[in-house]
T-cell receptor
Framework: KQEVTQIPAALSVPEGENLVLNCSFT??????LQWFRQDPGKGLTSLLLIQSSQREQTSGRLNASLDKSSGRSTLYIAASQPGDSATYLCAVSDLQGGSEKLVFGKGTKLTVNP | NAGVTQTPKFRILKIGQSMTLQCTQD?????MYWYRQDPGMGLKLIYY?????ITDKGEVPNGYNVSRSTTEDFPLRLELAAPSQTSVYFC?????WGTGSAGEQYFGPGTRLTVT
């Protein structure tokens, strides 16, 4: 059974710092990996999707990497801003019971202090 | 473009009552999903559908039912509500699945349900 772990559970940094969020998964046979952002009381917003054949994806100040063989992904946020404060969720897509499903980690709660 | 919409946003139910959570998407996506999110936990899949008329159970289906009569709508029915069903419910959709970006899931804003 696929399990997704995110470390740390919470992170507090001063504005302007570069930071890395970690995600690990137990079964490397994934179709893709998605990073989501969730603001308090809101739904999930997709940030980046890395296909299984890719090593990384970039969007603005965000860069996500994928190492399938080691079961790891990182989300790098450059020059953090208070507006980046949110919970970041990692999810992997794999085949379960004959259909593709997403398995989520519990998230990393990020606070960027002005 | 509305994307994925959910109603209601909030609801309080008494134990034993029933209700339907509504979900609609306007992206012509084939796949739709229902998740629940408990405090401090990741999302868990309740039910999913790969197209109109086709539904299947996810990880935590007990106490719920779904139907998919159209591509756009995927309602979630709670029968005999219990306190353990207090949670935030998210609906999502995707065009397809597999190694491409077709598997990217888009989420609605959620429904906060309290059962007392």
């Amino acid at each position: 059974k696929q399990e997704v772990t995110q470390i740390p559970a919470a992170l507090s940094v001063p504005e302007g710092e570069n930071l890395v969020l970690n995600c690990s998964f137990t079964d490397s046979a994934i179709y893709n990996l998605q990073w989501f952002r969730q603001d308090p009381g809101k739904g999930l917003t997709s940030l980046l999707l890395i296909q299984s054949s890719q090593r990384e994806q970039t969007s603005g100040r965000l860069n996500a990497s994928l190492d399938k063989s080691s079961g790891r992904s990182t989300l790098y946020i450059a020059a953090s801003q208070p507006g980046d404060s949110a919970t970041y969720l990692c999810a992997v897509s794999d085949l379960q019971g004959g259909s593709e499903k997403l398995v989520f980690g519990k998230g990393t709660k990020l606070t960027v202090n002005p | 473009n509305a994307g994925v919409t959910q109603t209601p946003k909030f609801r309080i139910l008494k134990i034993g009552q029933s209700m339907t959570l509504q979900c609609t998407q306007d992206m012509n996506h084939n796949y739709m999903y229902w998740y629940r999110q408990d405090p401090g936990m990741g999302l868990k899949l309740i039910y999913y559908s790969v197209g109109a008329g086709i539904t299947d159970k996810g990880e935590v289906p007990n106490g719920y039912n779904v139907s998919r009569s159209t591509t756009e709508d995927f309602p979630l029915r709670l029968e005999l509500a219990a306190p353990s069903q207090t949670s935030v419910y998210f609906c999502a959709s995707s065009y397809g699945w597999g190694t491409g970006s077709a598997g990217e899931q888009y989420f609605g804003p959620g429904t906060r349900l309290t059962v007392t």
